[in-house]
T-cell receptor, first 110, second 113 residues
Framework: QKEVEQDPGPLSVPEGAIVSLNCTYS??????FMWYRQYSRKGPELLMY????GNKEDGRFTAQVDKSSKYISLFIRDSQPSDSATYLC??????????FGQGTRLTINP | ETGVTQTPRHLVMGMTNKKSLKCEQH?????MYWYKQSAKKPLELMFV???????ENNSVPSRFSPECPNSSHLFLHLHTLQPEDSALYLC????????????FGSGTQLSVL
């Protein structure tokens, strides 16, 4: 079983839609969860991170962790074409070792 | 120069060649990483250096040899690679001890013929 599983998509939605991106993880000991965004021909950049369960909001982005079901989500409100990218979820397996999901390719259509 | 810079951006090499990838970070961080990104696979951690000492070698074949001469520079020396080593190689740095917030370079797209 993979440590972090993520549907690779691709996912295509119209501009202004609410986007939901999701991952599941295998180890209940994981505490920190991150979302990275990767534009084409660029490296990933950290979008948000959360600790343990609950929600965290930053502008149009909301990260949600449900530890009971080992499920992490990223919601994007009022999606824009500039949000088109690959979104990677990640967690920390041990000191300085991030484990990533496969990434979901998202396209926002004008 | 800002952030994390990787050179070259693209590299094509034969299986008998020797080449090196270079990474430089201008953020004053004390940890540097090499990751491999292949199509349809998650990012794979290869090596971690903290304060210029290697702290992680994630079962990487010996044809990949990292070097960290100081906290700002990281190299990945390549020799006798295989076609399946073709991928995007990403360098990253971090300051926080847990490595939660990584700053990535744009990567070197490597093709092995």
């Amino acid at each position: 079983q993979k440590e972090v599983e993520q549907d690779p998509g691709p996912l295509s939605v119209p501009e202004g839609a609410i986007v939901s991106l999701n991952c599941t993880y295998s180890n209940s000991a994981f505490q920190y969860f991150m979302w990275y965004r990767q534009y084409s021909r660029k490296g990933p950049e950290l979008l948000m991170y959360t600790y343990s369960s609950g929600n965290k909001e930053d502008g149009r982005f909301t990260a949600q962790v449900d530890k009971s079901s080992k499920y992490i989500s990223l919601f994007i409100r009022d999606s824009q074409p500039s949000d088109s990218a690959t979104y990677l979820c990640a967690t920390i397996q041990g000191a300085q070792k991030l484990v990533f999901g496969q990434g979901t390719r998202l396209t926002i259509n004008p | 120069e800002t952030g994390v810079t990787q050179t070259p951006r693209h590299l094509v090499m034969g299986m008998t060649n020797k080449k090196s990838l270079k990474c430089e970070q201008h953020l004053g961080h004390n940890a540097m990483y090499w990751y491999k990104q292949s199509a349809k696979k998650p990012l794979e951690l290869m090596f971690v250096y903290s304060l210029e000492e290697r702290v992680e070698n994630n079962s990487v074949p010996s044809r990949f040899s990292p070097e960290c001469p100081n906290s700002s520079h990281l190299f990945l020396h390549l020799h006798t690679l295989q076609p399946e080593d073709s991928a995007l190689y990403l360098c990253a740095s971090s300051q926080d001890p847990g490595g939660k917030k990584l700053f990535f370079g744009s990567g070197t797209q490597l093709s092995v013929l």
